[in-house]
């Protein structure tokens, strides 16, 4: 349990420093730094699962519905609660192996980690597509 309070707060404070970078103000910092949290402990709780895509898809799902609804209560962009929130999620040291792999010619982890890197990031895309679309969708009903 401590771990994964500790990866939380982790997960948070990275949040809030791209918070800054990217210029978002007050207190939109600390609910797209939430956002990343709420989306990186999914994450963590979801280990037990047969696939680490599917932990990256439910994770993408849970912090774009919390991006959904934050936008509409603060009256913001969800872009500006999703981009910050995804953070936590973005496949890094795959794209830096994948780099590695291919300086160092090693074609076959190469190729492994690449695709796998590259799976990941379409994860993140449908999750985000598709609670995108069902919002859309959900308001072009209700009118």
Known sequence: MSSLLTSGLIAFVSCLGFSLAFNVHGMDM?????????GWLVFLLGENLPSDLLQYFLATIALSIYAEVMARIRKAP???????????????SGIYH??????????????????????????????????????????????
């Open 78 to 92: 969800v872009t500006v609660f999703q981009i910050i929130a995804m953070l936590p999620l973005v496949p890094g």
């Open 30 to 38: 600390m609910y797209a730094s939430v956002g990343g949290v709420i």
């Open 98 to 143: 994948t780099m590695e792999y291919a300086i160092a010619g090693n074609t076959n982890l190469f190729l492994e980690t690449g695709l796998h890197t590259l799976a990941i990031a379409g994860a993140l895309s449908i999750g985000i597509i598709l609670v995108s679309s069902l919002v859309r969708l959900s308001r072009e009903y209700h009118r």
